[in-house]
C-alpha cells in the first residue's frame, strides 16, 4: 500500500480486506470508491452499519437474524408449523426465501459437523432442534445442508439424533441443475441424479 494513506484509510482497508470475496486488492478498491463517494455511498454505510450493529439480534427460536425475537418468520402465523428446514448458515435461509418454495419455518445450525475442524455436536445448535422437534407439533425436519462431507456427516448425525422424535426426516434433492447441461456437470453430480431418478 502507498506509503502515503493515513493510518484511517489503513484501518478501513484491512477491515474490508476481512470480508468474504475481498483481498487487499479489491479492498483498496473499494475504500477508494467509499471515500470518493462519501454523500452517496460512505455516509449510508456508516448509518447503516451502525443501526445494523445496534438492533439485529439473533432469533432465539430458530437462530436467524433479524431486528425482532422471535424472528419474523417464526411470528408469521401463515406459515407452518410443522415443517422446519434445517440449515447451515443464515445465508442459506435467505437463498431458500428467494427462491419461495419453502412455507414453514428454520432452524439454523450455526455451521456443520467437522472432526478436522474439532466442530462437534455441541459447537452447534443441534440440542436446540431436538428440542424443538419433541415440544413442537413437527410432522417434518428437512435438511437442507451442502452436498459435502461435512454436510452429509452432519444430515446423517441430525438424522440418527431425531430418529426418537416421531418426525419424519428429509433431505433435498440432489442432482441436475435447471438449465444444467450433463457435459459441464460433475461425477457426483450426475451419479447423485441417477440415483434420485423418478418417474417421468
Known sequence: MASSAGP??????????????????SARRATLTLLKKRDQLLYPLSEA??????????CGVCGALDTSDPCAI???????PTLICVVEEVGALWAM??????????????GLLSALDGVGPEALRVGALVTRSAAEPIREVVLALPATVD??????????????????VTSLARGVPVGGELDWLDDGTIAQAMRARRPA
Open 49 to 58: 452499519l451502525a443501526e445494523a450493529a445496534a438492533r439485529v439480534r439473533t
Open 151 to 168: 454436510g452429509q456427516t452432519t444430515a446423517h448425525y441430525l438424522a440418527d439424533r431425531l430418529a426418537g422424535a416421531g418426525v419424519q
Open 74 to 80: 417464526c411470528s408469521d402465523r401463515t406459515r407452518d
Open 97 to 110: 426465501e428467494r427462491a419461495s418454495a419453502f412455507r414453514g419455518r428454520y432452524h439454523v445450525l450455526g
Open 8 to 25: 484511517e484509510i489503513e484501518r478501513l482497508i484491512t477491515l474490508l480486506a476481512r470480508l468474504p470475496g475481498l483481498g487487499p486488492r
